[in-house]
């Protein structure tokens, strides 16, 4: 089996900062996802990628950047934290064919003071 | 467009007794498959149940869904809800043509004694 690693566990931000969250894995999926957490909120898809190089925007893309630099990494930038802001961002993976499921990360619980 | 609603935020059940799950859907596709996505707490979340065949029951972990296009619907249930399954449930749908999956806003299930 795989796994799917996300760095940092924790983050805390200062308002206006720039912040990378990033996310590995070994199962040589060929689609990343992130998605964001909130309580009460489901699971909202920020960006995900096909293939390395490419960038799908989601639902919640704005104040997001994402890159993915090889097919085993994909990473996300808060361009500009939002101070109270709390949420865990999950990174998720897939082999991208149908019928196949999802392999989520344990998440980046994410703090702005 | 494409959703996934799951109507109870929450679902408290007392050990032993029967639970269920809703969900129901709207989809433009016309060949997806769905899931059950299951997140115990500080852990990711992990597939449960999956199934893309109408009419058909499956079956995981004492926990069952038979997916119901006439109605819209892929429920889940357990006839005898357990401590252990006290979790955060989400309901996903998966078009075969494109990398997109649909979650709903999740059901958090409390198990009392």
């Known amino acids: 089996g795989g796994i799917i690693t996300q760095t940092p566990k924790f983050l805390i931000g200062q308002e206006g900062q720039k912040l990378t969250l990033k996310c590995q894995q070994n199962?040589?999926?060929?689609?990343m996802y992130w998605y964001r957490q909130d309580s009460g909120k489901g699971l909202r898809l920020i960006y995900y990628?096909?293939?390395?190089?490419?960038?799908q925007k989601g639902d919640l893309s704005e104040g997001y950047d994402a890159s993915r630099e090889k097919k085993s990494s994909f990473s996300l930038t808060v361009t500009s934290a939002q101070k109270n802001e709390m949420a865990v961002f999950l990174c998720?993976?897939?082999?991208?064919?149908?019928?196949?499921?999802?392999?989520f990360g344990k998440g980046t619980r994410l703090t702005v003071v | 467009g494409d959703s996934v609603t799951q109507t109870e935020g929450l679902v408290t059940v007392t050990e032993g007794l029967p639970v269920k799950l809703n969900c129901t859907y709207q989809?433009?596709?016309?060949?997806?498959?769905f899931f059950w996505y299951v997140q115990y707490l500080n852990e990711a979340p992990q597939v449960l149940l999956k199934?893309?065949?109408?009419?058909k029951r499956t079956e995981h972990q004492g926990f069952h869904a038979t997916l119901h296009k006439s109605s819209s619907s892929f429920h889940l249930q357990k006839s005898s809800a357990q401590l252990s399954d006290s979790a955060l449930y989400y309901c996903?749908?998966?078009?075969?043509?494109?990398?997109?999956?649909?979650f709903g806003d999740g059901t958090q299930l409390v198990v009392k004694p």
């Open positions: 998720a993976s897939s082999a991208g064919t149908a019928n196949t499921e999802v392999f």
């Open positions: 199962f040589n999926h060929d689609t």
């Open positions: 990628s096909i293939t390395e190089n490419d960038l």
């Open positions: 989809t433009t596709y016309l060949t997806i498959a």
């Open positions: 199934s893309s065949t109408d009419n």
């Open positions: 996903a749908l998966s078009p075969n043509s494109n990398n997109r999956i649909f």
